[in-house]
């Protein structure tokens, strides 16, 4: 099924199982053919509006792998343009299943971003929602680009398959998006509060 277009801003019309279903065909495909790293981006309303005046955010937006309606917003417009994606898929419900795929199937995940020390709460907490859970990895860091280096460093040592980044939009998509090709990683996608919350 063809994307919807809100407002130039590409959404993916899958539910979240047939988003999950994409992600996991994603680390399938890199382990066992060394397929590069791909992005994903969960959209919402604030995304759309931040891509009517930056180009390259909403570049980096529909150059992605994967990009879900996060949020009822997003949601209602493509039912309005008749192009409806069939249900939100929030970025925290899908950091949440994610990590529950990553038990099921032996995936490891890596939590870069958010203030020093909140992405071992949200680690805590991720493995008590999805026991089993391999977190490859926490780390707080910037999205400074002088710091990129040791950041790939940490996530290729970890042996990581998923990168979730914290760093708030657009910051987060863009520096996935400048890096992706040497990304040590199945999967990279922005996950903006996320660690708060779980960690809240
Ligand atoms: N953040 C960070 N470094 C930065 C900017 C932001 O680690 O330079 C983190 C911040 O601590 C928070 C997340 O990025 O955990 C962004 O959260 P916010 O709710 O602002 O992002 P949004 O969900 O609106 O994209």
């Known amino acids: 099924e063809a994307p919807a277009f809100v ?9 979240q199982r047939q988003a999950l279903a994409c992600m996991e065909q994603m680390v399938t495909r890199r382990r066992t053919n060394g397929e590069p790293c791909q992005q994903v981006v969960t959209v919402n309303t604030e995304f759309i509006m931040a891509a009517q005046r930056d180009t390259i955010f909403r570049q980096c937006i529909n150059q992605a792998a994967l990009v879900v309606a ?3 917003g997003v949601v209602w417009a493509t039912k309005y343009l008749r192009e409806p994606a069939p249900e939100r898929i929030t970025g925290i419900d899908t950091l949440i299943e994610l990590a529950k795929l990553c038990a099921a199937k032996g995936y490891r995940i890596y939590l870069l971003g958010a203030a020093p020390g909140v992405a071992e709460q949200a680690r805590a907490r991720l493995e008590s929602l999805a026991p089993g859970l391999q977190v490859a990895g926490t780390y707080a860091g910037s999205p400074a680009p002088e710091e990129e280096e040791e950041i790939i460093g940490r996530v290729r040592e970890a042996k990581a398959d998923i990168l979730c980044v914290a760093y708030g939009a657009p910051a987060q998509e863009l ?4 890096n992706i090709v040497r990304l040590p990683v199945a999967i990279a996608m922005g996950v903006g509060g996320a660690y708060d919350f779980l960690a809240g």
């Open 7 to 15: 407002l130039g801003v590409r959404v993916d019309r899958v539910s």
């Open 70 to 72: 996060d949020g009822m």
């Open 175 to 178: 520096w996935i998006r400048r």
